[in-house]
């Protein structure tokens, strides 16, 4: 039976690295959780890229383009990191070009896996539900920040951990993945109150950004499974419904 690894921070990833394994990339904070929000709200793809300087090449090819460093919107593009960006009518049938600080790094340094999917608490059970039916290794990848190890994607990792532990369907639990557990284990009853000290949060309150942190902690309000296909972020669940 596969097992679950997490991996804490980017950094720490090429120790769990496995072409065989599906990676979920995780920054709950806040750009895995405006991804799922925006295929929720009929976003057609996105492409992730590292660099603001990608950013900008597709930006003079007159792509739509999300770039966000130190949490703000970077000056002259369209569009950020924030859910609420994303919940209007006209980002529909869109292809968005998107850069975040750690983000984007995690889903390229992810990309030579067998498949990357985004995860937030957003798509938590259609995620792990299709990662029960899929029979291979789990890597929980936490975008952190700036390479370190931050609360609420580490949080995360431990819920996918306690649904992939209850299928039935994962048999093996690294060190890393017991920790995990045990964190969403203290935390899952009140997560707002069990991240009120985290870092990124009081960086993102400092930018008044509470919505954004009480969005981010919903659980299964967006049930959409982007998944990294030649470079571009599409909803699996959308394309497998196409006739
Ligand atoms: O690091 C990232 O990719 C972002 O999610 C950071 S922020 O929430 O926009 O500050």
């Known amino acids: 039976m596969p097992q679950v690894e997490v991996s804490f921070s980017p950094d720490l990833y090429p120790f769990y690295e496995n072409e065989e394994a599906i990676v979920v990339v995780i920054d709950i904070f806040r750009a895995t ?33 999300a770039a966000e460093r130190k949490g703000e919107v970077v000056e002259g593009f369209q569009l950020g990191n924030s859910p609420f960006h994303y919940m209007n009518d006209w ?13 984007t790094r995690a889903i390229s340094m992810a990309k030579r ?23 291979r290794d789990v890597v929980l990848l936490c975008a952190g920040w700036r390479g370190r190890f931050n609360m609420e994607d580490s949080l995360f990792a431990g819920c996918m951990v306690e649904k992939l532990a209850e299928s039935g369907n994962f048999d093996e639990f690294s060190d890393s993945a ?7 284990e203290m935390g899952k009853s009140d ?49 497998e419904l196409l006739p």
Not at 33 to 57: H, T, Y
Not at 95 to 103: C, F, L, S
Not at 209 to 219: A, P, R, T, V
């Open 33 to 65: 959780s405006a991804m799922c929000a925006a295929f929720q709200n009929g976003v057609k793809e996105m492409i992730p890229v590292r660099r603001i300087e990608d950013a900008l090449d597709y930006k003079k090819k007159g792509y739509v383009v």
């Open 113 to 135: 896996a067998h498949e990357v999917v985004v995860g937030s608490f957003l798509n938590a059970s259609v995620l792990a539900d299709w990662l029960c039916e899929q029979n």
């Open 91 to 103: 980002v529909k049938d869109k292809t968005i070009v998107i850069t975040t600080t750690n983000g």
């Open 178 to 184: 017991h920790v995990a557990r045990q964190m969403f």
């Open 191 to 239: 997560m707002n109150k069990y991240l009120i000290d985290s870092s990124h949060r009081r960086r993102l309150n400092g930018l008044n950004l509470e919505e954004d942190i009480k969005y981010c902690l919903q659980m299964d309000v967006a049930p959409v499974l982007p998944v990294l296909q030649n470079g571009r972020l599409i909803d699996l669940l959308k394309e």
